[in-house]
């Protein structure tokens, strides 16, 4: 069972910490460009050990709403190289490299993803801050890696890390470009599967095996979803033609800043409210809110 929760009462900071049940929060849910809601990035917590999956450009203000900054963040998961998904990984790496004390967090990162990761996005920030040390900085002097390990499951090849209580097994999506036929062909982007029991899409087009293989097990899914047809995530309309039982079982996150104003939207010839509740969905996914599993 799960319920929704309110954080950070009284202006609290978020406790990084749970009495041993498994907490997800969203510290943003909205598109890449979104201004409403932040970007989608969330927070994984269980006892005592806890991950950030992806820090986009709005990601370290997403945790300054909730009273914590990217100093108090010891383990990270980027999903891909979008900046509404790394884009806060320079503050990451600078302000726990340079901050005092120095620290450096955990990354949770795939062998092939991570060349890629630091070659093509993050070097280009931080490789010459030593310059005068006479050495190029390398993602290993920012964070210490963790190697998810590689297994056959649900029918694709998958990879799963055990960190702590945490079990997150990562998914291979269809993100872009919007031409790739297959995950193969498309650049390296992923999903999650916490515990076997919460879900998250990661950015994808619609997959319709993904979710409907994921939904068996699953507890409660989030899936991304953008409000217009074509582009390189599931819109509204492809997820309507999910069967009911696995809308049943679905949160929407990931959305335009125009999701409150479905006249914005829904066209007339659609056969959807634009109301995710009426639309046989569990709604929209809640920013800043815990969603507590037992
Ligand atoms: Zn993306």
Known sequence: MYEVNKICEQGKPLSLKTDGHLRVVFIGVGS???KRRRQSNMLVIQ????VLIDCGTQGP???NDIGLSVQDVSCYLP???HA???GGFEEIMLMNRYGQPPRQPKLIVLRDYQDLLWSKSLSGGAEYCEAAQGRSLQLTDFFNIIRPNPI???GRKCWVIQYGPIELLITRTRHFPDSALNVDESQWCSGVFINKKVWISGDTMFDWEYPERFSEEAEVMFHDCQLFQGGVHASYQELMTLPKEVRQKMYLYHFGDNWDAPETWVKN???FTGDPLQDGFLGWTQQQMAYDFY
């Open 32 to 34: 890449a460009f979104g």
């Open 47 to 50: 006892g005592d050990h806890h």
């Open 61 to 63: 203000l997403a945790l």
């Open 79 to 81: 999903t891909h190289s």
């Open 84 to 86: 509404d998904h790394i």
């Open 152 to 154: 056959e499951a649900y």
């Open 269 to 271: 010839t659609d056969k």
